[in-house]
């Protein structure tokens, strides 16, 4: 079942399964690595719904997710 | 001997291509640590072997399908569609060892382009530290370019890369690694397999690890930032105090020796009350442009701006702006120019635009001697509650007047003008370093020079041009006049007297008198030239710090007054350069304009309302 990925648990895996929203905002998580099937997992939560702290393989993001954009995850398993 | 072929450096933000740039050509530039610091292309020449070649240093980009501004000048010049930059002949592509993927998927791109490619792979003592590696002899076969490790903050390698990019014969078309028709998910699943096959990572970087695992804290992540920001603010006040009263001293002896030694002379007076008072009006700002670049450099190099625009970037978004929007406002309060020119990080164009009309707003440090000098000479120096200082808590309501104006006008236009919602935040954070001092130093340099050969340009020719009309025509003056009454008596019957008088009525509802109006007036070319106008108005020493000017608009400016100039300048828009880098970076002079009349109007109303209730 796929969630949003601002909903998924912190410090569990998730697979990437959709990108919807603007041309250039999935671009723009795409070329971050983002990409369809890549596995991701948030970090820490933001504060008072700030942006959260994302781990894409080998690379640290701030991300905020907004009405231009949204990714949808699947749960793998808990970390 | 001209240079014999051009290349450009290429790579994706936070991969050490700056450094690299600076340890080849030797020339000065600045290095950042958080994506889009590059935001002109910078040019250098490598000399080796009796050789020549000219490196253009562009800004990081993650593709070839640009995003924000200045990416798009990187891939128009390596198209070859850049109006000015020509198609260079060759890349020298440089690659993070420590994180390859993304830097492989622009590589893809790149290999596709058909120009000659050097590799050059950064940052490998990182790698190696952490007990990883990399095969370069596999990728060799495999991309069909030659594979230059290298340290560049150590000097490690580079020789052998200048032996490379002046060679005719290293650089080399590479094979095409994935067909230039592939999808973005295409190439990351060939990145990913490259990275497989030939890397092996070590352990991971520990130390951002538990460092973000406090600075990006919720709580205490705020709490430091919040106490950053304050030694920011204050390190203005506290540290560049003694060396500004040290260039007003000696702004003042140097004054005082011209007339001594000239004489009491019309060309004394050009050359004490017009070029020195000029001058001494600009260096004497030196200090603080030192002490905040000095800061903002620190904050970008060590990794941390990254980490403050993802703090505020919920603040921000109260605003209608993103985190972002941070990183040019916070450069604002050191000067507009680089706040402005640094809004290219932004992505969004709305969030762009409302940007660049916000930073006007924020309080930069031309307008700090205004303050300081209206301040000392209009509010009491007195106690709140017997511990605050009215004069350090109006100075405060300044700066926090101000950056609120410019977040409730960014909100504005992005309710109006720039109409749309908050768009997606997305920053990458690079592994935290320690600054490296040569940088710091480059950067310090560069923006201080630019600051005096810009701000100085306009000021001194401002001075010139106020000292003409103060200073003419020469009034018939009785031989025994004590000097101030002289002054004053020459002030009356000059030129500017005509002009301040002819205007006043315009401003005389705001509490301004003429002479008031007249420094009001001359400051539009730079807001620090009221400072030395009003020197040069009231016939006394320049300086915001000299008692006697002090002593003179104490009693020449009612409190009622005083309060009013102080909130006219929080809102005017009183500096040339700021709308000339407007214009450029908007390529219209339609903001610009907008942005003057927006904040004459903003002043006007503001200093009316204070007049009108203080008096």
Not at chain 1, 34 to 42: P, V
Not at chain 2, 17 to 42: A, I, W
């Amino acid at each position: 079942m796929s969630i949003r990925l601002e909903d998924a648990p912190v410090n569990t895996p998730c697979r990437i399964v959709s990108l919807e929203g603007e041309a250039s905002a999935i671009l723009r998580v795409q070329e971050l690595g983002m990409t369809l099937g890549t596995t991701c997992y948030i970090v820490r939560k933001g504060f008072w719904g700030g942006p959260m702290e994302l781990t894409v393989n080998r690379t640290h993001l701030g991300f905020r997710a907004s009405g231009n954009l949204q990714i949808l995850v699947e749960l793998l398993h808990a970390a | 001997m001209q240079p014999e072929r051009t290349i450009a450096v290429v790579g994706t933000p936070n991969t050490g291509k700056s450094t690299l740039f600076n340890v080849l050509t030797g020339l000065q530039q600045r290095v950042g640590n958080y994506p889009g610091v590059t935001v002109e292309p910078l040019l250098g020449t490598v000399t080796q072997d009796g050789k020549r070649v000219q490196l253009i240093d562009l800004p990081g980009t993650y593709s070839l399908t640009s995003a924000s501004e200045d990416e798009r000048l990187t891939v128009d010049v390596l198209r070859g569609v850049h109006p000015t930059v020509p198609q260079p002949d060759a890349i020298l592509f440089v690659m993070n060892a420590s994180n390859p993927e993304k830097c492989l998927v622009l590589y893809s791109q790149l290999a596709a382009l058909g120009l000659p490619i050097l590799l050059c792979i950064t940052m490998i003592d990182t790698v190696k530290a952490a007990g990883g590696g990399f095969d370069d002899i596999a990728m060799y076969h495999e991309f069909g370019v030659r594979i230059l490790p290298v340290v560049g903050s150590k000097g490690l390698g580079i020789g052998d890369v200048k032996s490379a990019l002046v060679s005719e014969n290293d650089a080399r078309i590479p094979t095409v690694v994935v067909a230039p028709e592939s999808t973005i998910e295409e190439r990351f699943t060939w990145a990913r397999d490259v990275e497989r096959r030939f890397w092996h990572h070590g352990s991971t970087d520990a130390r951002t690890e538990r460092l973000d695992r406090i600075l990006l804290h919720p709580i205490f992540g705020t709490i430091i930032f919040v106490a950053v920001m304050v030694l920011f603010f204050q390190s203005i006040f506290w540290w560049a105090s003694p060396l500004m009263d040290g260039i007003d001293a000696a702004m003042s002896a140097i004054r005082a020796g011209v007339v001594q030694s000239m004489g009491d002379t019309l060309l004394s007076s050009f050359v004490s009350n017009g070029l020195i008072a000029g001058v001494g009006s600009v260096i004497v700002f030196l200090p603080q442009i030192l002490i905040l670049n000095v800061f903002i450099t620190i904050l970008e190099e060590c990794g941390y701006l990254a980490r403050a625009a993802f703090l505020v970037d919920r603040f921000m978004g109260l605003f209608g702006l993103q985190g972002r929007s941070f990183i040019p406002l916070l450069g604002s309060f050191a000067c507009a120019i680089p706040g402005i020119m640094s809004a290219r990080i932004i992505p969004s164009y709305r969030d762009r635009m409302a940007t660049i009309m916000a930073t006007p707003f924020m309080t930069c440090s031309a307008r700090l001697p205004v303050y300081a000098l209206l301040i000392s000479a209009c509010i009491p120096a007195t106690r709140l509650w017997g511990v605050l200082s009215v004069q350090g808590v109006v100075l405060t309501a300044l700066y926090i007047a101000g950056a609120l104006s410019g977040l409730l006008i960014a909100l504005l236009l992005k309710r109006t003008m720039f109409k749309g919602g908050v768009v997606t935040f997305l920053m990458e954070f690079p592994p935290y370093r320690m600054p490296s001092w040569k940088s710091l130093w480059i950067t310090v340099y560069n923006r201080s020079k630019d600051f005096l050969q810009t701000a100085g340009t306009v000021i001194v020719v401002f001075s010139v041009i106020l000292w003409v009309l103060t200073a003419l025509p020469r009034a018939d003056i009785p031989a025994n006049t004590p000097p101030l009454q002289a002054a004053q008596l020459q002030m009356e019957g000059s030129y500017a007297a005509t002009v301040g008088k002819t205007i006043q009525p315009m401003f005389a509802p705001l509490g301004f008198d003429w002479k008031i109006t007249l420094g009001v007036l001359s400051s539009y070319a730079a807001r620090e030239t009221f400072v030395s106008a009003m020197g040069q108005i009231y016939a006394a020493d320049v300086s915001e710090s000299d008692v006697p000017l002090r002593t003179v608009l104490h009693s020449a400016i009612p409190l009622a007054t005083g309060l009013s100039i102080l909130a006219f300048y929080v809102y005017a828009l009183q500096c040339v350069s700021t709308m000339a880098i407007m214009k450029r970076e908007t390529g219209s002079w339609k903001w610009p304009a907008i942005a003057f009349a927006m904040t004459f109007v903003l002043a006007y109303t503001a200093s009316l309302l204070v007049f009108t209730i203080a008096k």
